[in-house]
């Protein structure tokens, strides 16, 4: 039973509330997954109530990876902050995995290499719908460390490049070496509609945005981005 592994992983780091919590959900999931792996069109869901939710993907590890299966994390009854913390990455989709985030904060994540909040790999798929993502570090280094908030992976081999969608989101003083929001790869893709990039920060270049592969933007605002080589792209 999913619920009870999540209370027992809860358990054994002393949580005593009784409450299945976010990375108890990831831990219960990839628990299951690993005995029973997921076939293509498996969607597992989790629920956040409208809280501070704690994600240190630094301590989960492979539990924090979609692959295969879509993942939906969202907050119907309100809002939900996912944290991590200032020390730990986020959420990484690979393979032919898919990520829907809904009506989420994503901030305070870092990661060195960028992707910080949320990594797309090749042939993986993102969606966000009103998400914002904010204060997540990506690193300093403009040769290596791309897209503050995300990262989408171009393509590999035979592989597609990823794909991520924003929908009504915002994503809000992120910084990298070069992309301080988001840098998109040779053949990946990004299209945000409806959406805002505003006081993000990149070392190099692409203050908001460094694009190798397709960006679309439609009714999105870009404002107070920041970077030596375009502000904004």
């Known amino acids: 039973d999913l619920h009870d592994a999540c209370l027992e992983f809860e358990a054994a780091l002393g949580e005593g509330s009784g409450a299945c919590t976010l990375m108890g959900a990831l831990y219960a999931l990839a628990d299951a997954f690993s005995s029973q792996p997921p076939s293509p069109t498996t969607v597992a869901t989790v629920r956040l109530s409208a809280h501070t939710h704690e994600l240190s993907c630094a301590f989960l590890g492979t539990a ?21 913390g200032g020390a730990s990455w986020g959420f990484t989709v690979a393979d032919a995995g898919a990520l829907e985030l809904r009506n989420l904060a994503l901030a ?10 949320v990594y797309v790999g090749s042939g993986a798929d993102a969606t966000l719908d009103d998400v914002q993502v904010q204060d997540c570090d990506g690193g300093d280094d403009p040769t290596a460390d791309f897209g503050g908030a995300l990262l989408v992976a171009g393509e ?16 809000r ?25 505003q006081a993000n920060e990149a070392k190099h270049k692409g203050g908001a945005i460094v694009a190798v592969g397709d ?9 107070a981005n920041r970077a030596y080589l375009g502000g904004a792209l």
């Open 64 to 84: 924090c990876e979609i692959t295969t299966s879509t993942l939906v994390v969202e907050a119907p009854g309100g809002r939900a902050t996912v944290d991590g």
């Open 173 to 197: 003083r992120n910084r990298a070496g070069a992309g301080g929001a988001a840098f998109v790869g040779p053949g990946a893709s990004l299209t945000a509609d409806g959406s805002v990039f």
């Open 215 to 223: 960006v679309t933007l439609q009714n999105t605002d870009l404002t």
């Open 156 to 171: 590999d081999g035979g592989t597609r490049g990823g794909r991520a969608v924003l929908r009504n989101s915002a994503l």
């Open 108 to 117: 305070n994540f870092a990661n060195d290499g960028g992707g910080a909040a």
